[in-house]
């Protein structure tokens, strides 16, 4: 059985707790690794020997650490299929969705380049007699990110790509489902040149999780996860003083107007609903028909579609559209709600129950399931399902259906599927959700923009990753400076270099 490690100061090193968490391989069922989980103690090396590097790397002019970010980017295009192997194997998803997670985090490392530009500051010239004054962005120190299952290589890239071009150090504390590429990236960051200590990788649970929160030296928290987790550590790193932002579940709806073009919209709720056997925060689990006339249009396009979709696993390579959901206790948890949804009068149009994949029948696959007349007092509706199971709410009015994304307690993202610009303007104008597509079903903003939801996806004022991020991992400095008029030179008529 392989042991993992963490990532500390620049080795990898066997945990020392005595504590380890099972790594499964979702699409045989079986253990394929185990996970330290750290102690209090080891997390305070850690924090140590970040302390001990960052005022070097952050005397490191920008350029040249964003070099070691171009250089990282050269490294993941190198290694590109060794880490979505490594991904799929732990986490499930597909070959080509694996490499789309490790495409989308890359993306942040390439914005991350712009380091010197976004760093430059402000300056104002004259603001009295002889003052000047400028602000200046400067480094946290040691900086935390704690991650979810769902994207293991997205995610961190996110926070430590930023956190790092502005100059800190970073302690990773990815999910203990999945941490394999969490180690490899810290490893390829090293190799791209980025000094020991800069950015580890410390595994564990709650104890590695409250030991970031209540450790003084850590000036900042990002996380990412379910919304209570969130809610947690929001409140109890923000009463321990500091900057903290984390982003929580999700129920995102997708409105689909009577105008729609019914095969686009019923494509894009198949691939957002799915893909990825529903385990993306971003994916559509509601779709809210505007008229019953649309609602039946729509769930005869949708049905023919379902049940075409292939459920296999990632070494399949592209003939599968989405693979197994991460840990059994997650497929019990979906088949469970399945039930609840059947007891409370919703009507199950697809059934997914009996699924079994022959030569996998210990894999936690889940087979898709559509619902139709679900109504917003159901547990399907109100909580985060997480799984290969669409929901459809039938609203009566265009105004029904925009109350409904409104009223629900998560706001991560949304979209509308029309042909009416002025639905549309009118949509992504008023309701109270994050990120926003139009005829989009995934709009995750692309690296230059910021990425963040509202109301209980989203806790705190900055989004990841776009110009945010530069804030959230730097405080401004502002400094007033009088220069009183002194005796100036006579002439001087050579070309002297500054000293
Ligand atoms: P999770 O909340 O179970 O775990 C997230 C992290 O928190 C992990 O690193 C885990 O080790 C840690 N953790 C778990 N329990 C803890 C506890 N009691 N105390 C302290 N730390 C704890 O989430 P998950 O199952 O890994 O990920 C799925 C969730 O993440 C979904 O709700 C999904 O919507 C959400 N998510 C949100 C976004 C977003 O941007 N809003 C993105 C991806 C995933």
């Known amino acids: 059985m392989q042991e993992l490690t963490h990532y500390i100061n620049g080795q990898h090193v066997k945990g020392t707790s005595g504590r380890f968490s099972d790594v499964f391989n979702p699409a045989t069922g079986e253990v394929q690794a185990k996970c330290p989980l750290a102690s209090v103690e080891e997390m305070n090396t850690a924090v140590a020997a970040a302390q001990a590097a960052q005022p070097a790397w952050a005397a490191t002019n920008p350029q040249r650490r964003a070099r070691v970010m171009m250089e990282f980017v050269r490294l993941l295009n190198r290694d590109m299929d060794k880490l979505a192997e490594a991904l799929s ?192 925060c971003m994916a559509i689990s509601v779709a809210v028909p505007v008229g019953d006339e649309t609602a039946d249009r729509l769930i005869e396009k949708l049905v023919p579609r379902i049940e075409k979709l292939k459920v296999g696993p990632y070494t399949a390579g592209n003939d599968v559209d989405y693979g197994p959901v991460v840990t059994a206790e997650a497929k019990a948890r979906i088949l469970g709600l399945v039930e609840t949804g059947i007891a409370q009068g919703a009507k199950l149009v697809v059934d997914g129950r009996d699924f079994k994949l022959q030569g996998y029948e210990d894999g936690f696959f889940v087979g898709a399931h559509l619902f139709d007349h679900v109504t917003p007092d159901m547990d399907i509706y109100r909580q985060e399902i997480f799984g290969p199971v669409l929901s459809t709410v039938r609203a009566g009015s265009y105004e029904e259906a925009l109350k409904l994304a409104m009223d629900h307690e998560y706001g991560n993202g949304t979209a509308i599927f029309t042909r009416d610009g002025d639905a549309a303007r009118d949509f992504a104008a008023r309701v109270n959700i994050g990120m926003v597509g139009i005829n989009v079903p995934i709009p995750v903003p692309l690296a230059y923009h910021t990425f963040g939801g509202w109301k209980k996806s989203g806790f705190g004022d900055l989004n990841q990753h776009g110009p945010d991020s530069f804030k959230f991992y730097t405080r401004t400095k502002t400094v007033t400076a009088r220069w009183p008029s002194g005796i100036k030179e006579g002439g001087e008529f050579n070309f002297k270099p500054m000293d």
């Open 89 to 280: 194997r732990e986490h499930g998803k597909t070959f080509p969705d694996a490499k789309g997670d490790i495409q989308r985090g890359l993306e942040v490392v390439e914005y991350c380049i712009g380091a010197p530009q976004m760093l430059k500051g402000e300056y104002t010239d004259g603001a009295g007699p002889g003052i000047d004054i400028y602000s200046m962005r400067q480094p946290l120190g040691v900086t935390a990110g704690i991650t979810p299952f769902n994207f293991p290589a997205m995610i961190p890239m996110w926070m430590f790509a930023p956190a790092l071009a502005c100059g800190n150090a970073f302690i990773l504390k990815p999910s203990e489902r999945d941490p394999s590429v969490p180690l490899m990236l810290a490893e390829l960051m090293e190799e791209a040149g980025l000094p020991k200590g800069i950015l580890q990788v410390v595994n564990g649970d709650k104890v590695a999780v409250d030991a970031i929160l209540d450790h003084e030296v850590i000036q900042s928290i990002g996380f990412v996860g379910s919304t209570p987790i969130a809610q947690y550590i929001y409140g109890r790193g923000c009463s321990n003083g500091k900057r903290v932002q984390c982003f929580g579940g999700a129920k995102n709806h997708m409105i689909i107007m009577p105008d729609a073009d019914m095969d686009q919209a019923a494509d894009a709720l198949v691939g957002a609903g799915y893909g990825a056997a529903g385990e993306r």
